[in-house]
């Protein structure tokens, strides 16, 4: 097998990775807020938003195995998982290595939601704006993709989605409750 196989899973996982988080970002604030209504479907949004999340991790892993696997730079466990361990950039891989543990977090209580308080899974889950700027952010301090012209476009309009819902989850925070009957 070419060595190189290695290195474009790597790059290509982590951007698609990447385009995931900020779209489920988008459909997770689309859910909450509902300002779709009356053209959205909750259970539709709820179930894109989980896949969105879910391959999200599945490429944030295949991404780490073709960092691992790849000769070029000598990533072991300890440098894909312990921040500040990397020789290469290491702020910008413990930014990564950050935003990995935040991305299994947020998995993890979704899946473990009807077994956590309302409050605490919501608190966690609100960590998905960080996780997706941290991943972001590494993308842009460690990707070797930035020269390229269409992967500026696509960063930028990856910024530009994520703003645009971390906007309206601020201007429209989400649904009211209704009054308790008297």
């Not at 988080?21 to 709820?46: E, F, M, N, Y």
């Not at 391959?55 to 892993?61: C, D, E, F, R, S």
């Not at 460690?142 to 906007?167: H, I, P, S």
Request: glycine share 8%.
């Amino acid at each position: 097998m070419n060595q190189q196989v290695w290195w474009y899973l790597s790059r290509s996982s982590g951007i698609v990775a990447l385009v995931l988080l900020v779209l489920s970002l988008v459909w997770g604030v689309l859910l909450a807020t509902r300002v779709l209504r009356p053209h959205d479907r909750p259970a539709w949004l709820l179930d894109l938003h989980r896949w969105l999340g879910g391959t999200a991790l599945v490429m944030t892993g295949l991404h780490l195995l073709g960092l691992y696997f790849d000769g070029y730079i000598d990533y072991g466990f300890t440098e894909l998982l312990v921040p500040g361990t990397s020789e290469y950039r290491p702020l910008a891989v413990s930014i990564g290595v950050l935003s990995f543990y935040v991305l299994v977090a947020v998995q993890a209580t979704s899946y473990m939601r009807r077994w956590l308080s309302k409050r605490a899974w919501h608190s966690i889950h609100l960590l998905s704006y960080a996780l997706v700027w941290g991943a972001a952010i590494h993308a842009g301090m460690a990707g070797t993709d930035t020269v390229n012209r269409a992967y500026q476009a696509l960063a930028l309009l990856l910024t530009m989605l994520a703003v645009a819902a971390t906007v309206i989850r601020i201007v429209s925070p989400g649904r009211t409750r209704r009054p308790s009957p008297a």
